[in-house]
């Protein structure tokens, strides 16, 4: 059972390039997070979905674009890349209401 | 005001210390309680869920939460240096399907030989 799996693991952009971070999970999750990680700044919910075809802004939407079209895959796309976007992304996922988020591994990202 | 409330360290103890990890919080809304653990270039683990106030206990680590005064804590018995992470709070409130949780900053902690 891999859990929630998130590619790639490090990646470096030049500003202005585009790119999609890849999550999906294993586990028939309905609900699915991205945060992003910056130090001392703890975990700042980006989007968030309940259910394939479902996607809302969480705190910090501005400059990613997120789909879901299906259970299992959550992707993050970046538009045109800035260095604030420098961070470190995790992509988490939840069974039930009120139960715990499981986490994937992170995507460190770098903007250049 | 910031919802949750974190001391970010460094803590630095003993192998064998038992260690104290505390969060803060404004929003009286918050009804779960998680404590995460994370440790270097890996994504947070669940460690302890709770509902309701009081302690709960899951072999060296206990959970205490206090409604009442909007305080939750971590106690790591017996500490190893295998627990050196660094360990996030978090907390959500029951009430529409987004689930949100709100996450404290992360205490990090090392426990040494």
């Known amino acids: 059972n891999a859990g929630v799996t998130q590619t790639p693991k490090f990646r470096i952009l030049k500003i202005g390039q585009s790119m999609t971070l890849q999550c999906t999970q294993d586990m028939n999750h309905n609900y699915m997070y991205w945060y992003r990680q910056d130090p001392g700044m703890g975990l700042k919910l980006i989007y968030y979905s309940v259910g394939a075809g479902i996607t809302d802004k969480g705190e910090v939407p501005n400059g990613y674009n997120v789909s879901r079209s299906t259970t299992e895959d959550f992707p993050l796309r970046l538009e045109l890349a800035a260095p604030s976007q420098t961070s470190v992304y995790f992509c988490a996922s939840m069974d039930r209401y009120n139960q715990p988020q499981h986490f994937g591994d992170g995507t460190r990202l770098s903007i250049l | 005001q910031k919802e949750v409330e974190q001391d970010p360290g460094p803590l630095s103890v003993p192998e064998g210390a038992i260690v104290s990890l505390n969060c803060t919080y404004s929003n009286s809304a918050f009804q779960y309680f998680m404590w995460y653990r994370q440790y270097s270039r890996k994504g947070p683990e669940l460690l302890m869920y709770?509902?309701?106030?009081g302690n709960k206990e899951d072999g060296r680590f206990t959970a205490q939460v206090d409604k009442s005064s909007k305080y939750i804590s971590l106690f790591i018995r017996d500490s190893q240096p295998s627990d050196s992470a660094t360990y996030l709070c978090a907390m959500g409130n029951y009430g529409g399907a987004t689930n949100k949780l709100i996450f404290g900053t992360g205490t990090l902690l090392a426990v040494q030989p």
């Open positions: 709770t509902y309701s106030s």
